[in-house]
Structures are given as C-alpha cells and as structure tokens.
C-alpha cells in the first residue's frame, strides 16, 4: 500500500494513519511511515500514536456514539475524522473545540460539513452526560465474540479486566541491553532459561522478531538457532541479534511443522507459537478487528502441528516448552489438554509463580496482574 504524502499537524497525519488503517494497513506499520515523513517534534509524535492507537482501540464505541448523528453513507477520510474527534471528546483531556476544530480542518472536500456537524453534536452530548452504553462490548469496544470468549474461558471479572487493560496504551520495557520487550516476553525466556541452565543448545521454533531468542543467548545459552518460516522474518531476527551481539544465535529459515533437524538435537525447544494475540490487544490496536472466531481453532490446528514435531527435536531429559501471547481456552488449556493425551512420557515442570496463577500443567499471565501482556505458559520434561 502507498503510503499517502503527510500532513504537517498531529491530527493531520492521525487522520491519514486512520484512513490507511480503515483501508488495510497496519497501525503499527503505518504510524512509523507517516512520523519519519512527518518532521513532527517529539510531543506531537507522540499524540499521533496516542490518537491512532486509541480512535482504532475505540472504533466500535465511536461509532455508536455517532451514529446517531449520521445520515447516509460516509466515505474513510470523514468516517474515520469522525471516530478520531470522538475519540478525543470521551477518551482524552483534549477540550472539546480543540477536538471538534482541529479535527474537522483537516478533512477535505464536502466531507467536512458532515464531519463538523456530527461532532459538534457528540460534543454537546457528551458535555451533558455520560454514555449509556447498550453493552459491555460496546462500552470496552471489542467484537461481541472476543467478549463473550473470554467471559467463558477466564470467567467475566477476569475478562473485563483483561479487556480494560488492553485499552490503555501499552508501555516501552527495556531490556539491559536496551532492546525493547514486553515484562511478559522477558519472563518467558527467563522462565525457559532457568529450567535449561546455562551452556544449553535451544531451538527457537518460531523465533521472530527475535526478542527470546536473543534474551535466552544472554542468559547462557552456547547455541540459540532461531527459526521462522518467513525469509524477511528470520532476516528481522538476524539484525537483532547483530545489533546486540548475541553471537549464539543462528538465524534459519524453516517450517516448524516439518523441522529440518536431526531428532533429540536440542536442550530446549522454545515453540512460542503463532496465535490469536487476544492477550496483547494493546500493543496491536486493529487486531480486534481482524481476528475472526473461525482463527482461533485454525491456530490451535498450527500449534499442536508445531508441537508434535518439536517433540522428536528434544533430547531425553530435555525441556520442551510452549508459550501463547493469547488468553483462549482453545489455544491453551485445550492445548496442554492435547499434549497429556499425545506427549506420551513427556512430564510437567513447575510453572512459573506469582504474577502467574496455575493454569492446568501450565500457567496463565493475565494483563491485569502485572500491566504486562497477557500469556500462557507450558514447560514439559521429555522421557530421559
């Protein structure tokens, strides 16, 4: 996708990051583009991510609240001015002529009549009262289904939680050697590299961005070989670990599912599988909107696939591990249901502790404990 010549002001550019994301694009691929065209200051780059993040988190509400004031069919670039004034009259300090009038000059066209209309009107509702929101998936802007998966699977407490932390704004965690991953992320490796001990041979099964990869090597590992199936994936992966001089990783490119490596090669294999992300939905503001229900048992499909074949990878007595930024039953206690059936000899470790709470063998992090993302956790021994 061509990435549209900038605007100079914040919401000029939010307004084109928005349009872009209603189109297709990625919020956290587009918003980078448009800053490094933009020669925005630091302040006003920071309320462009804080704007599209928080307009595309709270689209479904936004809509609502505007709808009402719609008439007819509005084409992306008032739609999404829309949303983004909305957004800044209920989820911001911004004051409401600000939001109205900084948001509304800069939609083009006859488009800005109807976008200044509408929100003038949201902002005389809002000033008068609070939204009476016809539901909890409305209220927190999710997809019915997300809501109402997670109710079942973590209980309905625990799933608003969840699902209010994912709509605040996710932090920056350096690590010591100041690459940036989640708390989450970090006490996966620290988990894993904890039970291997240092000198270990681990394969990263589905390595990239390369943050597990490159954290187990610092922890002792003589041999991280991290894998993914995508060539500029694994290319991601080998830059990282150049720039940190993590010189016990070894990139590769390969299909996890039909690993080209001898059996019982590895001290550890690392399986952090592809999923739902329905535990990091902060950091990835439009995955809400793309993840459909039907994905969730077509990657439950691809984890145990990636499972069965790690299981011959790992040597007698060595750890094979699992891990899912992700909070579904289907894709994790289901899983770990999956594997006491078909991992015949291969026992639990320990899982983690506190923040983690037990979840069958494993163990679950919730976004609510500790901020973090949220993930699940599964170490088992192999026969010796």
Partial sequence: MNVPKVSVTARGVALEALVAVEQGARANVVVPQLLD????????????????????????????????????????????????????????????????????????GPGRSVANAVLRRCASSVAKSQPAWPDPATELSY???????????????????????????ATATARPDGYIQDPASQMVAAYVSELVGPGAAVLDACAAPGGKSTALAAAGA?????????????????????????????????????????????????????????????????????????????????????????????????????????????????????LARDAAGFEPLPPPGSPWRPAGRGAILLPQAEGTDGMFMLALRAPR
């Fill in 37 to 108: 065209r933009s020669g925005l200051d630091g302040r006003d780059r920071h309320l462009v991510t804080e704007l599209v993040y928080g307009t595309t988190r709270m689209r479904r509400a936004c809509d609502w609240l505007s709808n009402r004031y719609v008439k007819g069919t509005l084409d992306d670039q008032v739609r999404s001015a829309i949303r983004l004034g909305v957004y800044q009259l209920v989820w911001t300090r911004i004051p409401a002529h600000a939001a109205v009038d900084a948001t509304v000059g800069e939609v083009s």
């Fill in 143 to 169: 997809p019915d289904w997300i809501v109402e998966r997670l109710s079942k699977d973590l209980g309905p407490v625990d799933a608003r939680a969840a699902l209010e932390v994912m709509n605040q704004p």
């Fill in 222 to 338: 003589r041999l991280v070989v991290a894998a993914d199936l995508s060539p500029a994936r694994a290319h991601v992966v080998a830059l990282n670990a150049e720039r940190l001089a993590a010189s016990a990783v070894v990139t590769a490119v390969a299909d996890g599912t039909v690993p080209p490596w001898r059996p019982k090669s590895f001290d550890a294999v690392l399986v952090d599988a592809p999923c739902s992300g329905l535990g990091v939905l902060r950091r990835r503001p439009d995955a809400r909107w793309r993840v459909k229900p039907s994905d969730v048992e077509r990657l439950a499909g691809i984890q145990r696939r990636l499972l069965r074949a790690s299981m011959d990878l790992v040597r007698p007595g060595g750890v094979l591990a699992y891990s899912v930024c992700t909070l579904t039953s289907t894709e994790t206690a289901a899983v770990d249901n999956w």
